[in-house]
């Protein structure tokens, strides 16, 4: 099969002819037919995320859709000619999704939404899994919470919008002003980023603050965050690496979690539940509540690299996609 090696962290792809994996015990041989970029994808090939270590050299991309090729002994959720998604690889040693194949955990696939094309549904996975965990798994939002989503136009935060209003959420989102048309497409207040915490919060909630906050851009969005969370509230936050005051939280006797997305893939634990998130999002995605924003431009195997560095860029208007053209079986 073709796949895009990397062989030394912020350098080029190599083209490499390399054999196909053959699926073990658990696993389904997916044929791949486009691979989501994510932000982190290029943290892992510049070597620049200590938390994503993937050995060298390695096949990135984390994101796949695709069709079943294959399954090993013990898997019964899959079949041949099953079209399905997942976050599956490209950290921790595990062959990423810049390939034409890919032998992957079964647990870490769902069916892919049948309304949506493989393109879509490639850039789903880690945004979606992310928004998930921080708004249901961790924070629990229910039908009428007032929920703020720092960053509403981001990868994961135009998802978590979708997913805050399926659930019947009152959503807020904060943005750039260049980003004020996308965020109230999606169904949010939109929220200027420039404006102060304090302001917002005696605005749009009488001063009395939001019940779920999730924080998809860290720093000082997070701590905004803690200002801005009621009594009792909960903040979550996938990038809460920095040093921040708990203070403002302590006083309002709320509560702050952390979101890990990739903990799963490195463990080996608790794999089964991406398939699950993913089942919800299928249902979400069938039933018009859930879509990505794709980026109008193409990319293929061999201009992997100029996909990164429109992400590092910040040019992309919505999420970038790999699309693979796989051997015929």
Sequence with gaps: MKAAVLEAHGGDFRIASVSVPQPGPGEVLVRIAASGVNPLDTKIHEGAAAHARHPL?????????GTVAAVGADVTRFRHGDEVYGMVGG?????????????????????????LSMRE????????????EGL????DVKAGDKVLIQGGAGGVGHVAIQIARAIGAEVYATGSASSRETIERLGAVFIDRSEGSASYVDRLTNG??????????????????????????????????????LAPLSFKQATYSGVFTLMPLLSGQERRHFGTILEEAARLAERGLLAPILDSRTFSLDTVIQAYGAIKDGSPKGKLVIDIAPLKT
């Design 57 to 65: 050299p390695a096949v990135l991309g984390m994101d796949l859709s």
């Design 91 to 115: 950290v921790g040693g595990l062959q990423g999704t810049l390939a034409e194949y890919a032998a992957v955990d079964a647990d870490l696939l769902a069916l892919k939404p049948a309304n």
């Design 121 to 132: 549904s490639a850039v789903l996975p880690l945004v979606t899994i992310t928004a998930w």
């Design 136 to 139: 249901v798994d961790r924070m």
């Design 208 to 245: 009395l603050g939001f019940d779920r906050i999730l924080d998809t851009v860290g720093g000082v969005a997070l701590d905004a965050s803690f200002q801005a969370v009621r009594r009792l509230g909960h903040v979550a936050s996938a990038l809460g690496w920095g040093t921040h005051s």
